[in-house]
């Protein structure tokens, strides 16, 4: 990548490629939803993570994000 669009995407005036999105993935183990900073994939990614986990541990997580949430 050179050093032009790196900057771009640090800055927040470029979104990255599907290149660089995989790139990511492979290395930090980071899904793509999350990288493009898009609202919907984050929710949708969340709800993905969400339905993974059993009931109890499913409250348990949403009880830690509504304490955070009013943290902020």
Do not use: C
Request: glycine share 2%; hydrophobic share 40%; net charge negative.
């Amino acid at each position: 990548m050179d050093i032009k669009k790196l900057r771009d995407l640090e800055k927040g005036r470029r979104l990255p490629d599907s290149e660089v999105i995989w790139e990511m993935y492979d290395h930090f183990h980071v899904s793509p939803a999350f990288i493009p900073k898009d609202a919907d994939a984050l929710r949708d990614e969340l709800d993905y993570v969400l339905g993974l986990l059993d009931r109890n541990d499913r409250e348990i997580i949403l009880q830690v994000l509504e304490t955070w949430t009013e943290l902020l």
